[in-house]
């Protein structure tokens, strides 16, 4: 069945430090990796990764790929308070049950950054 | 200028209710999706339409029924309602076919059942 599992489930730190989220999958078909914030309404899009080892890069959060190991990092250096949100990893694969490609979303990292 | 707007934003309503949700998206998406985000923040499937033609389902209780008048509006009817119903709802939208094409999403509706 296909998964996506990101971790740490949640995580506090002070501003100023930097974090690693971590996004690993068991999708069929792979076709792309996509990061969203969520604070209190919609997920907003962050990065889209579709080939390994290119990293993305907007301001203090960066995101690499890698499809060997079939996993995906977001980094934010020099956090903010602003950064509070859940951070979503989804996962763009063929669902063979419906002949379509779907996305799947990991159950997210909540991220809380203190003053 | 909202891109996926779905209304209303906010739902109380009592057990054994029929509720509907609307979306509607401006983007020229062929393909669009209803979510379920439960208390946990975690993001589940329900169901997917594109050119207005169910090509998701997943398991789901037969209580929730989707509409797509056209590719740009997509519905959720929910006869019964239950307590486990209570969740946000999000609506979202994106090209189906075409590759590097993100997923977009509407402010989401918060259904509480009470």
């Known amino acids: 069945e296909d998964k996506v599992v990101q971790s740490p489930l949640s995580l506090v730190v002070h501003e100023g430090d930097t974090v690693t989220l971590n996004c690993s999958y068991e999708?069929?078909?792979?076709?792309?990796l996509l990061w969203y914030k969520q604070e209190k309404k919609a997920p907003t899009f962050l990065f889209m990764l579709t080939s390994s080892g290119i990293e993305k890069k907007s301001g203090r959060l960066s995101s690499i790929l890698d499809k060997k190991e079939l996993f995906s990092i977001l980094n934010i250096t020099a956090t903010q308070t602003g950064d509070s949100a859940i951070y979503l990893c989804?996962?763009?694969?063929?669902?063979?049950?419906?002949?379509?490609?779907?996305?799947?979303f990991g159950t997210g990292t909540r991220l809380k950054v203190l003053a | 200028d909202t891109a996926v707007s779905q209304t209303p934003k906010y739902l109380v309503t009592q057990m054994g209710n029929d509720k509907s949700i609307k979306c509607e998206q401006n983007?020229?998406?062929?393909?669009m999706y209803w979510y379920k985000q439960d208390s946990k923040k975690f993001l589940k499937i329900m169901f997917s339409y594109n050119n207005k033609e169910l090509i998701i389902n997943e398991t789901v209780p037969n209580r929730f029924s989707p509409k797509s008048p056209d590719k740009a509006h997509l519905n959720l009817h929910i006869n019964s309602l239950e307590l486990g119903d209570s969740a946000v709802y999000f609506c979202?939208?994106?090209?189906?076919?075409?590759?590097?094409?993100?997923?977009?999403f509407g402010s989401g509706t918060q259904l509480s059942v009470l």
């Open positions: 989804a996962v763009e694969g063929y669902a063979l049950t419906s002949g379509t490609y779907k996305y799947i």
């Open positions: 983007l020229g998406h062929d393909t």
């Open positions: 979202a939208s994106s090209l189906l076919n075409r590759r590097n094409e993100k997923l977009f």
């Open positions: 999708v069929t078909n792979f076709r792309s």
